[in-house]
């Protein structure tokens, strides 16, 4: 069974700019998540999908990020435009519905200088 | 709102030596889980051991085992035999009991080195 998958692995961009990352989970895993972990802290959830629709989006920065999950499979994150703070790796996870178990994929390291 | 703490920033151990990793959490619920995930320079998170808040019983995995004392809302993990390749930040981490599912909310981590 394939796991997790996000790409890019790495992201170096500048202030002001725009990133994305993209997510692609297990499949038939109906709930996504999107965390962001800064160096030296646990992950802290940004927003959970549970098929297409958003389930969680309280501690998303909503400002600056969006999210989407199209057809209820894939999903992007997206920052725009990009602080120093946000400087961190982007972890995607996904899980059964009803089921307690969270997988996780690779992460994206974005770095913004 | 859910807490979970971490008190050991890092920890050594002999190879083939145990080690216990301590957590600590603060909830109102009574249904929830608690679970340690391993996360090694990779940055993959994976899970190494999970436990149900209703079950009395010490989850165990292998060389992993936990202590669960909830009354005094106490999750330590214990790695037994320890290898090489137990180096990594452990993390613990809480979710509610929803059948919808719920987010996980981590500690800071304990960075594990293995001594040979």
């Known amino acids: 069974e394939a796991g997790v998958a996000q790409s890019p692995r790495y992201k170096i961009i500048e202030k002001r700019q725009s990133v994305a990352f993209w997510c692609n989970p297990i499949?038939?895993?109906?709930?996504l998540y999107w965390y962001q972990q800064i160096l030296g802290q646990g992950p802290k959830l940004l927003i959970q999908?549970?098929?297409?629709?958003?389930?969680?989006d309280s501690q998303l920065p909503k400002d600056r990020f969006s999210a989407e999950r199209l057809k209820g499979v894939d999903s992007t994150l997206k920052i725009q435009p990009a602080k120093l703070e946000d400087s961190a790796v982007y972890l995607c996870?996904?899980?059964?519905?009803?089921?307690?178990?969270?997988?996780f994929g690779p992460g994206t390291r974005l770095t913004v200088l | 709102a859910q807490t979970v703490t971490q008190s050991q920033p890092e920890m050594s151990v002999q190879e083939a030596e145990t080690v216990t990793l301590s957590c600590t959490y603060d909830?109102?619920?009574?249904?929830?889980?608690l679970f340690w995930y391993k996360q090694p320079p990779s940055r993959q998170m994976i899970l190494v051991i999970r436990?149900?808040?209703?079950?009395?019983q010490n989850a165990t995995e292998n060389r992993f085992s936990v202590n669960f004392q909830k009354a005094a809302k106490s999750f330590s993990l214990k790695i037994s035999d320890s290898q090489l390749g137990d180096a990594a930040m452990y993390f613990c981490?809480?979710?509610?009991?929803?059948?919808?599912?719920?987010?996980?909310?981590f500690g800071e981590g304990t960075q594990l080195t293995v001594n040979p």
């Open positions: 996870a996904s899980s059964l519905w009803g089921t307690d178990t969270q997988y």
């Open positions: 499949s038939g895993h109906a709930t």
């Open positions: 999908f549970q098929n297409n629709g958003v389930v969680d």
């Open positions: 909830t109102s619920e009574s249904d929830y889980y």
């Open positions: 436990q149900e808040a209703y079950k009395q």
């Open positions: 981490a809480y979710r509610k009991g929803e059948t919808s599912g719920s987010r996980l909310t």
